[in-house]
């Protein structure tokens, strides 16, 4: 804008020559001429600031442009930096376990209120019979000569062995007390129900007053009497002991 008020005293100057006289052709024509070249010039300084200012508008659009160019790429990448931080973040905190819920408790097994069975042995000279209470034969018995517990596989409690010289009684655990379920015999002085002293005999001897076993192996012979069994265990067909014990067990 300043350059454009250059041309007013160039204009002042041409109509002071035209003022003071002298040849009015020549003077037109050097007024004309003078006044000619000022525009000239003025029109070109303004022409070229016009321009300056142009390319300078031109420019500063352009760095704005860039900027928000620049400012809009870099957005997302910063988006995405934080997005990942987040991930990794996320990523790394640790998950909990699940706790492994523990196995549960097998059930004792229920056992039936025991009854007795016909099968027993005597000894001592007292009936005893399978599924008895053991605090009821122990009186009968006196005093033991080995005594064993053990915790039960199948019940709830501990499987006991009473020991009398030669002769084992187990029992099994019960909620109202131990149980006999089996009586083992190797003490050849004692005889079965019917009078026969196993021990020490042939197996073919039993057979020949019992039969043939229910059951057998290459030594063990088993004979089933109801819920109970007698058993004989040989060694080269020969009886080394025997025993009454309950089915079920």
Same mark, same amino acid.
């Given at each position: 804008?300043?350059?454009?008020? /250059?041309?007013?005293?160039?204009?002042?100057?041409?109509?002071?020559?035209?003022?003071?006289?002298?040849?009015?052709?020549?003077?037109?024509?050097?007024?004309?001429?003078?006044? +000619?070249?000022?525009?000239?010039?003025?029109?070109?300084?303004?022409?070229?600031?016009?321009?300056?200012?142009?390319?300078?508008?031109?420019?500063? @659009?352009?760095?704005?442009?860039?900027?928000?160019?620049?400012?809009?790429?870099?957005?997302?990448?910063?988006?995405?930096?934080?997005?990942? +931080?987040?991930?990794?973040?996320? #990523?790394?905190?640790?998950?909990?376990?699940?706790?492994?819920?523990?196995?549960?408790?097998?059930?004792?097994?229920?056992?039936?209120?025991?009854?007795?069975?016909?099968?027993?042995?005597? %000894?001592? /000279?007292?009936?005893? %019979?399978?599924? @008895?209470?053991? #605090? &009821?034969?122990?009186?009968? =018995?006196?005093?033991?000569?080995?005594?064993?517990?053990?915790?039960?596989?199948?019940?709830?409690?501990?499987?006991?062995?009473? !020991?009398? /010289?030669?002769?084992?009684?187990?029992?099994?655990?019960? +909620? @109202?007390?131990?149980?006999?379920?089996?009586?083992?015999?190797?003490?050849?002085?004692?005889? !079965?129900?019917?009078? =026969?002293?196993?021990?020490?005999?042939?197996? +073919? &001897?039993?057979?020949?007053? $019992? *039969?043939?076993?229910?059951?057998?192996?290459?030594?063990?012979?088993?004979?089933?009497? /109801?819920?109970?069994?007698? $058993?004989?265990?040989?060694?080269?067909?020969?009886?080394?002991?025997?025993?009454?014990? %309950? *089915?079920?067990?």
């Amino acid at each position: 804008m300043k350059k454009a008020f /250059g041309i007013f005293p160039v204009l002042m100057i041409a109509l002071a020559l035209t003022a003071c006289g002298g040849n009015k052709t020549d003077n037109t024509e050097a007024t004309t001429e003078a006044v +000619s070249e000022a525009v000239s010039e003025a029109s070109t300084e303004v022409g070229s600031e016009q321009t300056t200012l142009a390319v300078s508008t031109q420019a500063a @659009t352009q760095a704005t442009t860039n900027a928000q160019t620049q400012t809009t790429t870099k957005a997302p990448a910063a988006k995405t930096a934080t997005k990942t +931080s987040v991930s990794t973040a996320s #990523s790394s905190t640790p998950i909990p376990a699940v706790p492994t819920p523990a196995a549960p408790t097998p059930a004792p097994r229920v056992i039936p209120t025991p009854t007795k069975k016909d099968l027993g042995l005597t %000894l001592k /000279g007292n009936k005893i %019979l399978l599924n @008895t209470n053991m #605090s &009821e034969v122990a009186p009968l =018995l006196g005093s033991t000569t080995n005594y064993a517990e053990e915790p039960s596989k199948e019940f709830s409690g501990k499987e006991k062995t009473f !020991t009398y /010289g030669l002769v084992n009684i187990y029992t099994y655990p019960h +909620s @109202t007390g131990d149980y006999i379920d089996e009586i083992e015999i190797n003490d050849p002085a004692i005889t !079965t129900d019917t009078g =026969l002293a196993p021990i020490g005999m042939n197996i +073919s &001897e039993v057979k020949a007053v $019992y *039969g043939e076993p229910s059951f057998f192996d290459s030594s063990f012979y088993v004979y089933e009497a /109801g819920d109970c069994y007698t $058993y004989y265990s040989t060694e080269n067909d020969i009886v080394k002991y025997w025993g009454v014990v %309950l *089915g079920y067990i």
